[in-house]
């Protein structure tokens, strides 16, 4: 071999040698300056999507006593932690013969059995057999715990990435409230209501809503279930929720008062009555007299 020759064998071999190493190794600029770390590419996963938990709950001698239900946190472990969100619905199944709650159900965190359980403030008892629907909500929708504070007060914080302000008139808000030790919860019913361009959180009893008070607040996704459902002429004993046949009625519902359209306080208790023959699902009071006229709740319906 020449001594040309083995020039050009030496620079071909360089640049082949080069060019593997650049394809190897990307040259990745940070600060104005090449790095020779690989490069990598991150793929970031959608969040994983964590449907609702729900169930019925049934009062039991093993598990109330008074005006007080427990939850068991053995049969769903979230029950033991108490920055677990809970919502519950006043629930019965054939409501002539079933057995009714008599209160605007209400969350109490027991510290010394540390476990969530159903209270009614106003001293009614929990009857054996009484039935509650529970959700612990996942992430389809939108929830949080509200705490009544200087500045925020009864007003809901639905954020504008989760619901743009001009659709937020039309949210379905379900509110469960919480009792702790000292609180200023009273045992009256809760409700929403539209003021102006906010939704607040009402005590149907007109007492104001007490600093510190804490409320849990679900706004169901576009792609979840809901609606309102209105009273619309005279006076009935029930509001309609599904008719026969409809598909809902194989999955579990959560309502609240919604007094935007009242023309003052509705202080009553009110259940999700189940009927059997036909099967379908109203609204009714406690003592079965009739709702008038303007009546509205809004409905969430979980598959």
């Given at each position: ?123 009614s008892p929990i009857k054996n057999g009484t039935r509650f629907n529970i959700m612990i909500p996942g992430n389809r929708g939108y929830h949080y715990q509200h705490q009544v504070v200087p500045g925020i007060g009864n007003q809901i914080q639905i954020p504008s990435d989760f619901m743009s302000l001009s659709e ?136």
């Amino acid at each position: 071999m020449t001594l040309k020759r083995f020039f050009l064998f030496t620079s071909l071999l360089f640049h082949f040698l080069l060019i593997t190493a650049c394809s190897e190794n990307a040259m990745i600029q940070i600060g104005g300056e090449e790095s020779s770390t690989p490069a990598t590419v991150s793929v970031v996963s959608p969040p994983e999507t964590v449907p609702p938990i729900t169930f019925e709950h049934v009062a039991t001698t093993e598990n109330t006593t008074a005006n007080y239900t427990a939850l068991d946190p053995n049969i769903y472990s979230d029950f033991a932690y108490p920055e677990t969100e809970i919502f519950v619905s006043n629930f019965t199944v054939n409501s002539i013969g079933g057995v009714i709650n008599n209160a605007q159900p209400v969350l109490f965190y027991d510290m010394t059995e540390n476990q969530w359980g159903i209270i009614n403030l106003n001293g009614s008892p929990i009857k054996n057999g009484t039935r509650f629907n529970i959700m612990i909500p996942g992430n389809r929708g939108y929830h949080y715990q509200h705490q009544v504070v200087p500045g925020i007060g009864n007003q809901i914080q639905i954020p504008s990435d989760f619901m743009s302000l001009s659709e937020q008139e039309k949210a379905v808000i379900i509110v469960t409230p919480i009792y702790e030790i000292g609180s200023s919860l009273s045992s009256g019913a809760i409700s929403v209501a539209r003021e102006g361009d906010t939704w607040k959180i009402l005590k149907e009893d007109g007492s104001a809503v007490g600093m510190n008070e804490k409320y849990n607040i679900y706004i169901p996704s576009a792609t979840q279930t809901s609606k309102r459902v209105q009273l619309e002429v005279g006076s009935s004993p029930s509001v309609l929720v599904y008719p026969s046949g409809s598909p809902e009625l194989s999955g579990r519902q959560f309502f609240t008062l919604n007094t935007t359209l009242s023309a003052g306080p509705v202080n009553e208790v009110f259940y999700l009555s189940k009927a059997l023959m036909p099967l379908s699902l109203s609204i009714r009071k406690n003592n079965n007299s009739n709702l008038s006229n303007g009546y509205e709740f809004n409905i969430l319906s979980v598959d």
